[in-house]
């Protein structure tokens, strides 16, 4: 499973960007997909996942800023960012896990929130 990110960039705090993430190879393999995070300095977290059935999860920094999305048919996933904070700078990474318990990483994308 090959995963790619793209949408990052430079937004001023209370903007809003959108990010995402386009899978290829064995996507029939694909169970879980998620958005982690890792900041400067910071251990990567979990920022919201959604399985194949579309159930979604959300870290609780969050709150309700954000909403993740899939299409499966297409083969990506969204996460929908508003009122984006400072403290959400961070390398944002799409992840994926196999019905088998195999971890995939795409290459991450940077979102930067300052004025």
């Known amino acids: 499973v090959q995963l790619q990110a793209s949408g990052g960039g430079l937004v001023q705090p209370g903007g809003s960007l959108r990010l995402s993430c386009a899978a290829s190879g064995n996507i029939f393999s694909i169970n879980v997909m998620g958005w982690y995070r890792q900041a400067p300095g910071k251990q990567r977290e979990l920022v919201a996942r959604i399985t194949s059935g579309g159930t979604a999860n959300y870290a609780g920094f969050v709150k309700g800023r954000f909403t993740i999305s899939r299409d499966n048919a297409k083969n990506t996933m969204d996460l929908q960012m508003n009122s984006l904070k400072p403290e959400d700078t961070a390398v944002y990474y799409c992840?994926?896990?196999?019905?088998?318990?195999?971890?995939?990483w795409g290459q991450g994308t940077l979102v930067t929130v300052s004025s």
């Open positions: 992840s994926a896990i196999s019905w088998s318990m195999e971890n995939y």
